[in-house]
């Protein structure tokens, strides 16, 4: 007789059945201890345990839907169960984060679950002795403030682990906490006013915010993955170095930001570096686009190209300005973006240019902005000597791959 094959593998199979056991043994011995409370409090623990573990992609990466439950049980549930809940929660995910990654890395999630979780507990305990009541709104505000403090610290946790260039803006995280805030409140308010069967319901909202940031994601990628295949074109057609535009959008990134540029400025001066070469694909002759002399008219044809997309109708703009003597297009960004391509048609794959193409940049530039930038890219290289290595890095899978299509079709 065939035995019918189980949809996951042999060693996730054997970590399921270890998480099953353990979370067992821990329900059966809380029990012995609190009774049928003591069952709801495991089982609390390892819904809160899955809530970590089931994560949603979004603008500033992973983000446990967990966190949302979290909050909300701080606030209903009085200190001395919180914390055994919450942590026996986080001891069963244990096993499974150690199957996926190293024990530091382990370690580091928990960390970057735990103090948030437990800070928030705190900052509930004192909001319930300054504004003491059990009604929905003093609930809310319960939940305004402990989520605060939770989603403060989760920020900072993220900004410290990761690298000073990826830097995460509360402008980009405020959307992305916002919506588990506010499931957080309906759940917290829905076992208030009806108890455990509506506040779960009320957590089916929350588990479409992750199908929903899921497709935020993917469309985040296909729009990433397009303006790439966009930007390889010239380089393809051998108009321009390849790497050119990922080297480019690299420097454009840097003097954005260093220029105390918008996020949304800084994406769209990112986007412009890669596409900024795209209307020399118009002229017949690469090599006569490599040369040609009248920037401002590829310029011009580039941005028609990309105004006709629709989605990329600013870029295009910007794509003008770069080379345009029109005073309405002198900008920050593009100095930024001017800035940032001249000096990768310079430095290319050779750090030990950089010297003498700052001083070249710099000498060329003719309206304050683009001073600006270059005085920008100065003090970033100062700060960050390893830009122009992590700029060449960045666009090195671009030329590996135009070296091992031009070797398959040789």
């Known amino acids: ?35 049928l409370e003591g069952l709801t409090l495991g089982g609390l623990a390892l819904l809160t345990g899955a809530g970590f573990l089931l994560t949603a992609r979004t603008p500033i990466g992973t983000i446990p839907l967990g966190d949302a439950l979290v909050i909300a049980l701080a606030c209903l549930m009085p200190a001395a ?8 929660g986080l001891l069963a995910t244990v096993p499974v984060l150690l199957s996926r990654y190293d ?7 928990i960390l970057q679950w735990a103090t948030p979780s437990f800070a928030s507990a705190g900052a509930a305990v004192l909001t319930r002795l300054v504004v003491p009541g059990t009604s929905p709104l003093r609930t809310l505000v319960d939940v305004t ?42 759940v917290a308010v829905a076992y208030l006013r009806e108890g455990v069967g509506t506040a779960l319901v009320a957590v089916l909202p929350l588990v479409l915010t992750r199908f929903a940031f899921d497709r935020y994601a993917a469309a985040q990628a296909a729009y990433q993955q397009t303006i790439k295949a966009l930007s390889i074109v010239p380089e393809v057609a051998g108009v321009t170095p390849l790497g050119h535009g990922e080297r480019s959008a690299v420097y454009a990134v840097a003097i954005s930001r260093r220029l105390a540029l918008g996020e949304e400025s800084v994406e769209r001066a990112a986007t412009a570096a890669r596409l900024h070469h795209i209307g020399y694909v118009t ?10 002399g009248d920037r ?29 003597t029109h005073p309405r297009f002198h900008t920050r960004e ?30 060329a530039q003719q309206d304050a902005y683009g001073s600006a930038a270059v005085l920008a890219l100065r003090l970033v290289l100062e700060e960050d ?13 671009v030329i590996e791959a135009a070296d091992a299509s031009s070797v398959a079709h040789g």
């Open 334 to 363: 593009a100095g930024a973006v001017r800035v940032a391509t001249t000096f990768d048609d310079l430095v290319l794959e050779d750090p030990s240019r950089v010297a003498g193409a700052l001083a070249l940049v710099g000498a």
């Open 145 to 186: 403030v402990a989520g605060g403090v939770f989603f403060g610290i989760d920020l900072l946790l993220r900004n410290w682990r990761a690298p000073r260039r990826a830097t995460i803006r509360l402008r980009l995280a405020a959307p992305v906490y916002l919506s588990l805030l506010c499931a957080a409140g309906l």
């Open 103 to 109: 024990a530091a890395d382990t370690g580091k999630r």
């Open 385 to 397: 000597p390893e830009l122009v290595d992590r700029a060449i890095a960045n666009a090195a899978p």
């Open 1 to 35: 007789m065939k035995v019918p094959t189980l949809p996951f593998p042999t060693h996730e199979r054997r970590l399921a059945v270890e998480v099953l056991v353990v979370a067992s043994a821990a329900l059966a011995l809380i029990a012995q201890v609190r009774g």
């Open 296 to 324: 401002r008219m590829l310029s011009g044809l580039g941005a028609d190209i990309l105004r006709q997309t629709r989605f990329l109708s600013d870029v295009g703009d910007l794509v003008e300005g770069i080379h345009s």
């Open 283 to 292: 002229v017949d002759e690469p090599q006569e686009a490599a040369h040609a």
């Open 81 to 88: 169960s919180f914390f055994p809940v919450v942590s026996l």
